[in-house]
């Protein structure tokens, strides 16, 4: 599978969902966008919301299909602090294209939103990572079987903005919340991976491994985005721990873990 993320205007699609969400708010383009992972939903609450559209609502937004994702656009603020929340991302695995894992990308580009925070849940490949820890992704590892025609841009190292990650790290700091730092194994999935593959994306440099992130990640640096993105280690990677996997266990970790994750995106928010 080949496609260019490179297309900075939009299609008819894109301008018909920007058209519909400008005639239902004023989106400020100071906000910071965050995406949620995978049970990372309650971050919601913390919002004091000025409207939620749905997935559905927005003309060609593509719907999630996975349990734990709902397809929701929060515009509202945090203290002050101007914030959109997409919940509900669709993910290769499910069998949708690029282009629908990149739409809300593009759409908060076209509404003219600059700073991006992805989070995901991984697996902790790190063997010092246990569940419920916070990685703040440095750079990542595009195993997901797709090329993306994307370079970093000249004078960058990763397609992660050193100046957002040098800032959650200071905020990470000043509210105690432990935060690793490492280098994310994007991968197809959908089923977890076996023990060797653990085993060699270790070798690779990955400290954690997940199945999503990378292709938003690169389509948002490629658009002149502010890119950062945080994973919540729901679980210790395949091999590095005695019990099996499962998408529940990942949801009732993200549970437990809710309030630390909401708690420093809340600071991230409120500090840019
Ligand atoms: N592997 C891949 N994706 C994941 C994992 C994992 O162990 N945990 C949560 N998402």
């Known amino acids: 599978m080949s496609e260019s993320l490179a297309h ?42 000025h409207i939620t559209l749905d997935a559905a609502e927005i003309p060609n937004f593509p719907r999630p299909s996975v349990a734990g994702h709902h397809g929701k656009l929060i515009f509202g603020n945090i203290g002050g602090s101007p914030v959109i929340l997409i919940k509900g991302r669709v993910h290769l695995y499910e069998g949708r294209t690029i282009d629908d894992i990149v739409f809300y990308v593009r759409l908060l580009n076209a509404l003219g939103v600059k700073t991006l925070v992805l989070t995901n849940a991984a697996g902790g490949v ?34 992660y903005d050193d100046q957002l990650c040098q800032l959650i790290k200071k905020t990470a ?33 990955a400290d954690a491994v997940g199945m999503s992130t990378v292709i938003e990640a690169t389509a948002a640096h490629s658009l002149g985005m502010r890119v950062a993105a945080i994973s919540l280690i729901t679980n210790k990677a395949a091999g590095l721990a005695d019990e099996k996997l499962s998408h529940e266990d990942v949801q009732l970790v993200a549970e437990a873990s809710k309030e630390k994750f909401a708690a420093l995106m809340c600071a991230i928010v409120q500090a840019l």
């Open 173 to 205: 700091l000043k509210n105690a919340i432990g935060l690793h730092e490492g280098v994310y194994a994007g991968v197809l999935g959908p089923s977890y991976e076996t023990r060797a593959e653990v085993q060699l994306l270790r070798r690779l440099g």
């Open 8 to 49: 900075k205007d939009g299609s008819e699609r894109l301008n018909e969902a920007a058209q519909f969400i400008e005639s239902r708010t004023r989106v400020d383009k100071r906000a910071t966008a965050v995406v949620l992972g995978s049970g990372l939903g309650n971050f919601a609450e913390k919002i004091i919301t």
């Open 126 to 159: 790190n063997p010092s990572f246990n569940a419920g820890d916070l990685c703040l992704i440095t750079d990542h590892l595009n195993l997901m079987n797709v090329r993306l025609h994307m370079a970093i841009a000249a004078g960058k190292k990763t397609f």
